[in-house]
């Protein structure tokens, strides 16, 4: 009778641990399924290569499906929120252009036409 009580028990607990695993191997994707992660496809798969690689991969994707938050996206938004980063970067250069054209005119040298062209003398001759 003994023999059963244990047998019982083993096959318990294999399949607790069996299940257990499958249900650990899945809470990166539920995090980022809960957080809108644009990738949590991805997430998904890898959670289960990494079952497949005992769980070798399971930190990185915690940290993958973490890292991302719908309010805020990935979180390396610089202090102007809201502006698409190519309009950032056009105002910056606009900016520039027109600090470079105040200089040249207070140097009272013409402002150069043809900035940023490279230097092509004797290539086609």
Do not use: C
């Not at 056009?90 to 402002?111: I, N, Q, V």
């Amino acid at each position: 009778m003994l023999d059963y009580i244990a047998l019982g028990f083993l096959v318990f607990t294999g399949l607790t641990l069996f299940y257990g695993i499958i249900a650990i191997h899945d809470i990166p994707y539920e995090i980022a399924k809960h957080r809108n992660h644009p990738q949590q496809d991805a997430i998904h798969v890898a959670g289960w290569v990494s079952l497949f690689t005992l769980h070798v991969l399971w930190p990185f994707l915690w940290i993958w499906a973490t890292l991302y938050r719908e309010d805020r996206g990935w979180g390396f938004a610089d202090a102007r929120a809201g502006e698409d980063p190519l309009s950032q970067m056009r105002s910056e250069l606009l900016e520039l252009s027109a600090r470079l054209a105040a200089l040249e005119k207070d140097k009272g040298t013409k402002p150069a036409d043809d900035a940023g062209k490279p230097d092509v003398k004797g290539v086609n001759e």
